[in-house]
T-cell receptor, first 110, second 112 residues
Framework: KNQVEQSPQSLIILEGKNCTLQ??????????LRWYKQDTGRGPVSLTI?????NTKSNGRYTATLDADTKQSSLHITASQLSDSASYIC?????????FGTGTRLKVLA | SAVISQKPSRDICQRGTSLTIQCQVD?????MFWYRQQPGQSLTLIAT?????????ESGFVIDKFPISRPNLTFSTLTVSNMSPEDSSIYLC?????????FGSGTQLSVL
């Protein structure tokens, strides 16, 4: 069964700290993996997209990694800011399908 | 990138009524999708809106409840029919070109 699991479900950190969010998937065939940021009441916004051959991709303070062998990805946020408070969703694209993870709710405190 | 305008952004509706959500894209796109995001949940695909033909619905979603129109390559509507409180969700329009996937800002629907 095609599934995308994210952990932790929620996370609270202090401003300026780093954090890492995890995504494990069982989607096959695999096309690409994306990380999205979703602010409350808004649609998801793309952070990164990685294909099978890419191990790391950065977008500012966001760095995503992909291990296609173990079917794991992580999103690392450096020097967190209050505006990073949001849900982060891992999405794996298969053949004509996008499988969404349940997301990690991140709260950054001052 | 594609810019997606989705309307309305939110609405409060009475049980038994219907609401039509509009999605306008600033460029022609092949694939348009409609998603539902229930409170605290991830996104669930309702259907793929096909231009010139009937939408393709996912398991658990039917045309009578969620009729979809796609008159051209830049516009689509989703209607939530005969609403009940269980339909309270965020509804999202999305477009994709195979590699990129973009989302509208969503319609927050509350059914009383």
């Amino acid at each position: 069964k095609n599934q995308v699991e994210q952990s932790p479900q929620s996370l609270i950190i202090l401003e300026g700290k780093n954090c890492t969010l995890q995504c494990n998937y069982t989607v096959s065939p695999f096309s690409n993996l994306r990380w999205y940021k979703q602010d409350t009441g808004r649609g998801p916004v793309s952070l990164t997209i990685m294909t099978f051959s890419e191990n790391t991709k950065s977008n500012g303070r966001y760095t995503a990694t992909l291990d296609a062998d173990t079917k794991q990805s992580s999103l690392h946020i450096t020097a967190s800011q209050l505006s990073d408070s949001a849900s982060y969703i891992c999405v794996v694209a298969g053949t004509y399908k996008y499988i969404f993870g349940t997301g990690t709710r991140l709260k950054v405190l001052a | 990138s594609a810019v997606i305008s989705q309307k309305p952004s939110r609405d409060i509706c009475q049980r038994g009524t219907s609401l039509t959500i509009q999605c306008q894209v600033d460029s022609q796109v092949t694939m348009m999708f409609w998603y539902r995001q229930q409170p605290g949940q991830s996104l669930t695909l309702i259907a793929t809106a096909n231009q010139g033909s009937e939408a393709t619905y996912e398991s658990g979603f039917v045309i009578d409840k969620f009729p979809i129109s796609r008159p051209n390559l830049t516009f689509s509507t989703l209607t939530v029919s005969n609403m009940s409180p269980e339909d309270s969700s965020i509804y999202l329009c999305s477009v994709g070109d195979g590699e990129k996937l973009f989302f509208g800002s969503g319609t927050q629907l509350s059914v009383l």
